[in-house]
């Protein structure tokens, strides 16, 4: 296991809604990054998180944000889901100093109808 | 922009026989070349990694694979292929101009693995 856990498991939710899902990293593991992998499909870089603030992005729309705590922990926010949306998220943390290490949580599993 | 293509969305291979899964990448200057695993239900399991040096990187689990810049490809391979070894195979390429701005992976499409007894 990598120490990495993510909340929800598993989510439903209404086009239109809103959603927000969690992640724990390890202690010391202060970069997070947030991917989305559709059905069938590799995983897409969403976002990237240091220190509590953001410094890298795909392409997805600003409807699409985050946080990063402190306490190693971080969240991704969706807002005005849309279908296209219903995918895995994964999050991944490195290490300080060792950016090339991601590691992976298991990802939620989102669905919107 | 940085992009990966693995062309076959299955391999089927017969337990212990050798296996490849194919990977070729677009990225301007020297790549850092990456590949994950996924098993049902699970977040990606990292394998190996090719950053500079030594044309063959080994892994994790037996896997190893081969970096040709000429043919801009990373193939994983496997001399004795296992049933548990079935599973989603993905490769991925980081821009290494990115270093300090962003983490960003570019995976491919996934390749399944089929080991048959």
């Known amino acids: 296991e990598t120490g990495v856990t993510q909340s929800p498991t598993h989510l439903i939710k209404t086009r239109g809604q809103q959603v927000t899902l969690r992640c724990s990293s390890q202690?010391?593991?202060?970069?997070v990054s947030w991917y989305q992998q559709a059905l069938g499909q590799g995983p897409q870089f969403i976002f990237q998180?240091?220190?509590?603030?953001?410094?890298g992005r795909g392409n997805f729309p600003p409807r699409f944000s985050g946080l990063q705590f402190p306490n190693y922990s971080s969240e991704l926010n969706v807002n005005a889901l849309e279908l296209d949306d219903s995918a895995l998220y994964l999050c991944?943390?490195?290490?300080?100093?060792?950016?090339?290490?991601?590691?992976f949580g298991p990802g939620t599993r989102l669905t919107v109808t | 922009a940085q992009s990966v293509a693995q062309p076959e969305d299955q391999v089927n291979v017969a337990e212990g026989n050798p296996l490849t899964v194919k990977c070729t990448y677009s990225?301007?200057?020297?790549?850092?070349l990456f590949w994950y695993v996924q098993y049902p239900n699970r977040g990606l399991q990292f394998l190996l990694k090719?950053?500079?040096?030594?044309?063959l990187v080994k892994g994790s689990y037996g896997f190893e694979a081969e970096f040709n810049k000429s043919q801009t490809s990373f193939h994983l391979k496997k001399p004795s292929a296992l049933v548990s070894d079935s599973a989603l195979y993905f490769c991925?390429?980081?821009?290494?101009?990115?270093?300090?701005?962003?983490?960003?992976?570019?995976f491919g499409g996934g390749t399944r693995l089929m080991v048959k007894p």
């Open positions: 991944a943390s490195s290490p300080s100093g060792r950016p090339l290490e991601q590691y």
């Open positions: 202690s010391g593991h202060n970069t």
């Open positions: 998180y240091y220190r509590e603030e953001e410094n």
């Open positions: 990225v301007s200057g020297n790549p850092y």
């Open positions: 090719y950053i500079t040096g030594d044309n």
């Open positions: 991925a390429v980081r821009d290494p101009r990115h270093n300090n701005a962003g983490n960003m992976l570019t």
